[in-house]
Structure formats: structure tokens, C-alpha cells
């Protein structure tokens, strides 16, 4: 069933901004919108001559139609024009919680982008006590960000988030950090990830609008089940593809036009940055792995038994996890003679072996090729991340593991050698909280994403892997399934995988268009916000 949104904002008789926008931004990202409106502007490209706020009854009596016959998924609100309107529309937001799950996105139009102003103190403070306590998301600029924190000097973009957290959104993201020349930058705050989201900026004078869009986009997506760092990936996908399709309608800045097709489109994948240092540039590096059948075992006796079957095998990884009875001591010593033991083992082989989380001690005896998970990247120290920088170019080889859109956009811009995607099916070997990827999200991650892809997670018989492989994947991830005799086990593996390979193609490209689909549930916060003002 297609979701319902509702746009409570304003009318641009320009058609550029406001409800206008809204309607292209949904159209594209698959939604029905419900418009609800609380103002009504007099403009046109070059000017704003007059705003009229519609009554608190009329609005309420809007609202009140379509809850009896099109209840929400999400509800984003632009243009209010009073605060008598927001206060209407926070008393609607309870009413439809206590009914069951409904996400609010404010982004706060305050100023048109021709200067003129769209709110009073009055306003300004009715978002602060009644919609932001409220907010599953706003989406304010950098100039409305500091309006709202008042007089208050707090600092830079994720300063700002922070103290906008405090007034009782649950997710903030701050369009408009432009650091950069060259690159376009948001800051962004939610429950899973925080960061700036960068994408190459778009050298158009046409941008009228581009608020509305992102913010209806950001709702779209959260209706279409994903979390709010998820949802802001595809609203600045959404955002960047309408401006580069902007184009002049009058004597001022014209229009963005959002259009579908965007969520297909791999140049417009963001990056996600590790730390509060906005890139200044954009990275592009990385090698591709040996394709194939990617063994991935525990111990160094392991690495020689699956060896014994190359060059079956071209990648391995070494993935060890502590006993929690051995003393720090033993287990260094035990992780550090396994390394040795296999780094030489697959140097003699010809063979490529990532070690896996352990990358310091890898470094230490030599190892070229090393693998962390999204948890140990954010783990690094800034003398960490300078050590793994100085290796990674002197040759050594990195692969990321990603679970979620905004995972994909942090492993991006770090031009891994690899981005694994996973689980691809149910699995047993890790509690993690991602539903299963599938191989119409595994082929999606193929397409969009800027390093190859190496399928993991749940690949548990041939047949899989040869599912993995049609996808266009460059690898798959065996573990369980080569059981005690690798020896036995591998030959019935790499013919699948070829046969895979040779399957691939229009087939795997049709499985990427298109959206993918969530791999985390909504948490209960997320889904059904009980705050009150």
C-alpha cells in the first residue's frame, strides 16, 4: 500500500517552493501527499509581496478531514505562518499518536530565500515549546537553526545539533555547512550516526525550493520505513538530483524539479564523514579484490586447510574472537602467532588475506590487507586513524563492512578496497539487529556503490552463493559453510560461483533499480513519539 504523507505548509503561486515542491519531492519518492494549507504567499521568482496565515480553524478543519479518511505515516510541516497554526498542529500530532505511529518533520520556514521574513517571536517560540519537543526530525538551515537557539552563541553545525537535541527533536539535520568550494555539506544528528553528509556541489543560480524538497523527501523515506539516517541519505540524493535538474522559469532563481530515478543513481550516493572535519575533497581511490569465493576462518590452522585447495580460493580473512578465559597476555600472544602463521601460509600461496578487527597487532607482524566493522572505525582514535592512513598508503588493504544506507556513505568515503554488504540472509554467526539484506538490496549495494561489494551473511549452501555472484557481487563470504574439510567442501563452492557469474548481468541491473529496502526496524522512539510539549 502506498504510504501517506502530509505537508502542513504554504502556497508558492510561483509554483517553486512550499506545497509545490512538496508535491514533486513525494512524486518521486513514491508517496501520497495529503496537502494541508497554513499559509498562502503572494510571489513569484524575484519577490515575496505579501503571506496570509489561514486561520487556526480552517486548519484544524483540514486536518480533521483527512485523519478521518487518510491517516499519516508522517507528517512534515513548512510554512505556518502563526503560531496559533503550530500550536494546532501539535494538538493533531497527539490525536494521531494515541491512535498509533506517526513521525513529525518540521523544517522551520522561517525567511523566503528572496529575504523575506516568514515568522515572529511569537512563531519562533511556539516551534520551541510545541513542535520540536514533538520532532522525530527537523531540518533547519543554518540560519533557522540559530534562530531557533535565539541570541544564544553555541558554535559551529554540531554544536548547533546539539543544542536543538536538548530543546526535544530526536534527529536534527543542518542543511547548508558549506565549508567547501567544491562540495555541499549537511550536518547530520540522529540516534544511529552523526556526521556531515557531502556530496559535489551543484553550480546552478536555480535553488528555489530546495528546503522543501529536502525535508519532504526525508519524510518520504521515513514512511517508506527507514530510520532517520537513512532517510536523510536519500533526501540529499533526492535534493542534489532536483537541483541538477533546476532551470530558470522567470527573472529570478528558478525552481529545483524533484524527479523518481534518483534512489538508482550511484553518482549521487553522499558520503558520510567519521568525525566533525568536513571533507574538502572528494575521494575516489580503491582496488578490486580478487573475485570469488571469500573463505572466511578462525584460526591459522584453518588458513592452511583451505589453502591447501588454491588457488580454489584468491581472498581469505582471518577473523579471531578472544576467549574470555585467557588472561590479555596469552591471548595477544596466541593472536599474534596465529597472524604470522597465516600471513605466511597465504604469502606462499599467492593468496590476499584480510585480517579482521584486530589491525594494529596486523600491522605489527607485517600483514597487507586488514578488514574492520563500522563499530571499530568509529572506535579510532585520531592517532589511529593517522597510523591506518600512513598504512593504507604504503599499500595495504582495507574492506569495510556496511549494514545501512548511511553505513554504505561512511565506507564510501574512505575508498575502501571493498564494501561488504550484509547479512544477505538470515545468520547465526553474529547478534546484530539488521534484517536480512536479500539480494535485491545486496544488488543495489552492487550498483550504487563506489568500491566493489562482497556479499556476507547466511550463505550457507552453493545454491546461495551462486544467487550472490548473479547479483554482479565481487565476492561471497563462505564461514559455516565450509565446514570441518575446506578441502571437500571448496570445489562445489567456486563452481557456483562461477555459475553465478556467468548469470549476471541485465538480470542483477534490474534487481537494482528501484528502492531497496530497510534493514533496520524502526525503533520504538523512532515510530511512535509519546513526548509532549
Known amino acids: 500500500m502506498t504510504p501517506i504523507i502530509w505537508s502542513i ?21 513514491g508517496v501520497h501527499l495529503c496537502t494541508a494549507v497554513a499559509a498562502v504567499t503572494a510571489q513569484n521568482t524575484v519577490a515575496v509581496s505579501q503571506v496570509q496565515a489561514i486561520t487556526p480553524e480552517l486548519l484544524d478543519a483540514q486536518l480533521a478531514a483527512l485523519a478521518s479518511d487518510l491517516p499519516p505515516r508522517v507528517i512534515k510541516t513548512g510554512l ?24 513529525l518533520v518540521v523544517d522551520p520556514v522561517l525567511r523566503a530565500s528572496t529575504g523575506a521574513p516568514f515568522a515572529d517571536a511569537e512563531l519562533l517560540q511556539a516551534y520551541r515549546e510545541a513542535l520540536l519537543p514533538r520532532a522525530s526530525v527537523i531540518t533547519p538551515n543554518q540560519h533557522e537553526a540559530q534562530a531557533l537557539l535565539g541570541d544564544a552563541e553555541v558554535g559551529d553545525m554540531p554544536a548547533m545539533a546539539r543544542a536543538l537535541l536538548a530543546l526535544g527533536t530526536e534527529a536534527v539535520c543542518i542543511t547548508g555547512g558549506d565549508a567547501s568550494e567544491t562540495l555541499s555539506h549537511d550536518w547530520l544528528h540522529t ?57 530558470a522559469i522567470g527573472k529570478g532563481a528558478g525552481p529545483v524539479i524533484a524527479t523518481s530515478g534518483f534512489e538508482h543513481q ?87 588475506l584480510f585480517i579482521n578487527d584486530h589491525w594494529q597487532a596486523a600491522l605489527d607482524v607485517g600483514a597487507q590487507a586488514l578488514h574492520l566493522g563500522q563499530e ?32 554504505l556513505c561512511r565506507a564510501a568515503a574512505l575508498a575502501p578496497d571493498y564494501i561488504a554488504c550484509g547479512p544477505i540472509w538470515p545468520t547465526t554467526t553474529k547478534d ?3 534484517e536480512p539484506q536479500g539480494l535485491d538490496n545486496l544488488a543495489w549495494w552492487v550498483h550504487m556503490s563506489p568500491a566493489p561489494v562482497v556479499g556476507i551473511g547466511g550463505i550457507l549452501g552453493p545454491e546461495q552463493l551462486r544467487a550472490v555472484a548473479g547479483t554482479g557481487a565481487a565476492s561471497g563470504c563462505v564461514v559455516r559453510g565450509l565446514g570441518k574439510d575446506p578441502a571437500s567442501t571448496l570445489p562445489a563452492w567456486l563452481t557456483a560461483w562461477l555459475a553465478g557469474q556467468a548469470s549476471a548481468g541485465s538480470h542483477a541491473k534490474a534487481r537494482a533499480h528501484g528502492w531497496p529496502h530497510p534493514a533496520l526496524s524502526l525503533a520504538p522512539a523512532q515510530a511512535h513519539s509519546t513526548k509532549r510539549g
Open 376 to 407: 571499530d572505525l568509529l572506535a579510532l582514535s585520531a592517532q589511529n586513524r593517522e597510523r591506518l592512513q600512513e598504512a593504507r598508503a604504503t599499500g595495504v588493504r582495507l574492506g569495510l563492512s556496511s549494514h545501512s544506507l548511511w553505513e
Open 432 to 434: 546484530m539487529p539488521w
Open 191 to 247: 540516534p544511529h550516526a552523526q556526521g556531515w553528509l557531502s556530496l559535489p556541489r551543484v553550480d546552478t543560480p536555480h535553488h528555489h525550493g530546495t528546503g522543501c524538497t529536502f525535508a519532504t523527501s526525508l519524510a518520504s523515506a521515513l514512511a517508506r520505513g527507514f530510520v532517520s539516517a537513512d532517510a536523510a541519505v536519500f533526501a540529499k540524493m533526492a535534493t542534489t538530483h532536483a537541483l541538477r535538474q533546476a532551470r
Open 266 to 352: 550511484a553518482d549521487l550516493l553522499p558520503h558520510l564523514s567519521l568525525d566533525h572535519q568536513a571533507p574538502d575533497h572528494w575521494v575516489t581511490r580503491h582496488r578490486a579484490p580478487d573475485p570469488g569465493v571469500y573463505a572466511i576462518v578462525d584460526s591459522a590452522e584453518r588458513v592452511e586447510a583451505v589453502l591447501r585447495v588454491a588457488p580454489t580460493v584468491t581472498t581469505l580473512q582471518l577473523r579471531m574472537k578472544r576467549d574470555p578465559q585467557l588472561s590479555d597476555g596469552h591471548w595477544r600472544s596466541q593472536l599474534n602467532d596465529n597472524i604470522r602463521r597465516s600471513q605466511r601460509a597465504a604469502d606462499a600461496a599467492g593468496v590476499t
Open 9 to 29: 505548509a504554504g502556497t508558492d503561486s510561483g509554483g517553486g517552493a512550499g506545497l509545490a515542491a512538496d508535491q514533486r519531492a513525494a512524486d518521486a519518492c
Open 80 to 103: 505556518l505562518g502563526s503560531a496559533a497554526n503550530a500550536h494546532v498542529v501539535a494538538r493533531w500530532i497527539d490525536r494521531l499518536r494515541q491512535r498509533g505511529p506517526v513521525q
